[in-house]
C-alpha cells in the first residue's frame, strides 16, 4: 500500500488558522469601506485650515427654541411656582383641579384665592328645579 497516505484533521489548526482569517477579512472589509472615508475627511479638514490659515473651531452650538417664545422646552419654572400652587391649593382645599389651574393661571395670590371662594361659597347653588 504505498499510494495510501493516512490523512489527519486538526481541529485545533482549523480553528487557529479560521480565526486569523476573519480577522484579515474584517480588517480588510474596514480598509476598503471605512479608511477612505476617514482619510478624506482627515485631508478636507487639514486642507480647510491650511487655506485660512485659522485654527480649527468647533462650531458653534444652536439652541434649538419654539418660535413665538423666548424660552426652551427645557426652562424651569419661575422659582417659588410649586410654593404659589400650594399656597393655591391650602387656600381653595374645596376646589378642584381646574378651578386651583384657573387660579395659578390668573396668577391670583393668597388673599384673593380666599375672596373669589368665599364669593363662589355666597351663591347659591343652583335649584334642581
Known sequence: MLLAQQVTLDFGY????TRYLLAFGLLTVFGLVFAPTL?????????????????????????????DTDRSS????????AEHLIIIEFAAPNASPQVWWEYAKAEMTEAEVAL????LARQA?????
Open 39 to 67: 482619510i478624506r475627511s482627515i485631508f478636507t479638514l487639514l486642507g480647510a485650515s491650511q487655506v485660512s490659515g485659522a485654527k480649527l473651531t468647533p462650531k458653534p452650538k444652536t439652541s434649538l427654541k419654539r418660535r
Open 116 to 119: 373669589s371662594e368665599a364669593k
Open 74 to 81: 427645557d426652562t424651569p419654572p419661575p422659582s417659588g411656582f
Open 125 to 129: 347653588p343652583p335649584s334642581a328645579a
Open 14 to 17: 482549523a480553528a487557529f488558522l
